[in-house]
């Protein structure tokens, strides 16, 4: 059985983010490192977009960047300066390529395509299993999500982003490619929350993903019927299928941190890394990837690793809406956006604003949801601490 200083249980975004920015920091050259996946990482499975001001960590890889983006319902339309930020998209294939053609300069890591079938933790020795063969290391950073454990439990509410997404190159010239659709309501809500998202590469080519924030998944057909009506609702008739993308993002506030123990830390969606309201991972796991880095030399334990902050408490409050009332999405994002500053806007999903402006956005969805909310939370919080109490 081979040993190794550290393995990574999944070679996903965030996975793989952390063993760059490990070969990065020059700090690790001396430690073994594993990194385990039954996923081979050849193909262009999915795409991720964020916002950013100037050329950050991966600006080499963008494959197209964006300055304004259009947010539409069934009344209204409104075109968005994003500035000083660029909404920029990241394909999956060139994300992969460039780490990989790093880490494979490096005699310390190794990557193998197997599936991990088990973890446990001895000690201070952590054995995983794969479908052919056994390892054992120091330290375990694990990104493969596990839905049971979430599922299972009731305090904290759970939805999906879920969508199918389609690359077309139309014959009409039907796209706008300085613009990003970054919602679009105007579709048939269905009692959900459902919107389009178009990005736009040329004036012929782009992608667009049928999207929801819902519980549950819906058949293939009904997202592909729906992207269907769109590029003929945007005058296309004619158009080839160039790609295809299909993806459900958990969206909840669990506290998967607390699932950590001194030598085992969940990353990635696995361990809350996903922007809880939105769905968007990729600046997340930037940001968090370079901050664990930085932690694993100090050798602290794992379950120090985590900070809730203010934010947190935000998406609890909208998921608790949005998982009671799921129609109201559209009217929440309608309000944020037709009447606030969409700088301030990405700059407060960013994390990044300061309470006063916390307030400034906030105020600008309805009151009355986000007020019940808070008491239902509230309220939650002291009943589970109460029946916490009477089990001790």
């Known amino acids: 059985m081979k040993h190794y200083h550290y393995i990574f249980t999944g070679a996903g975004l965030s996975a793989l983010m952390t063993v760059y920015q490990m070969v990065l920091s020059g700090k690790f050259r001396h430690q073994t490192i594993l990194l385990l996946d039954e996923n ?25 960047k964006w300055e304004t983006a259009l947010f539409a319902n069934e009344t209204f339309q409104r075109d968005l300066d994003l500035k000083p930020y660029h909404y920029k998209m990241v394909r999956g294939l060139d994300f992969y390529n460039h780490v990989f053609e790093l880490l494979s300069t490096q005699e310390n890591i190794t990557f193998l395509n197997q599936k991990v079938t088990e973890i446990e933790e001895s000690g201070s020795t952590i054995m995983v299993e794969t479908e052919s063969e056994s390892f054992s290391c120091n330290r375990l950073l694990n990104s493969i999500y596990n839905s049971p454990r979430v599922g299972s439990q009731s305090e904290y509410p759970i939805l999906q982003q879920h969508f199918i997404g389609w690359t077309v190159k139309s014959e009409q010239a039907v796209f706008n490619p300085e613009q990003v659709t970054f919602m679009d309501f105007s579709v ?34 009904e997202y592909e019927n729906e992207i269907q009506q769109y590029l003929q609702k945007l005058g296309s008739t004619q158009y080839e299928i160039l790609e295809k993308e299909q993806g459900s993002i958990p969206m909840t506030c669990f506290p998967f941190w607390n699932q950590n123990t001194r030598n085992v830390i969940n ?34 334990h794992f379950w120090k690793f985590h900070k809730k902050n203010k934010f947190w408490f935000y998406d609890l409050f909208l998921l608790d809406i949005l998982n009671r009332k799921n129609e109201k999405g559209s009217e929440i994002f309608s309000s944020l956006f037709k009447a606030g500053n969409p700088g301030l806007i990405f700059k407060f999903l960013d994390e990044k604003t300061s309470f006063p402006q916390d307030l400034s956005v906030i105020f600008k969805c309805p009151k009355v949801l986000f007020l019940e909310a808070v008491f239902k939370v509230a309220i939650k919080k002291i009943k589970h601490q109460l029946n916490y109490n009477k089990t001790l």
């Open 40 to 64: 081979p990482k050849k193909t262009n499975d999915r795409i991720w977009c964020f916002w950013e001001e100037g050329a950050g960590n991966w600006e080499s890889i963008v494959h197209k």
């Open 267 to 300: 990353i990635g969606s696995a361990g809350g890394w996903t922007k809880a309201s939105t769905g968007y991972t990729f600046k997340n796991a930037d940001g968090k990837s370079q901050a664990l880095v930085a932690f694993l030399q100090t050798g602290k």
């Open 188 to 221: 048939a809500q269905k009692g959900n929350t459902r919107f389009m998202y178009v990005l736009p590469v040329s004036s012929t080519e782009a992608l667009i993903e049928y999207t929801l924030f819902s519980e549950s998944r819906l058949p293939a057909e």
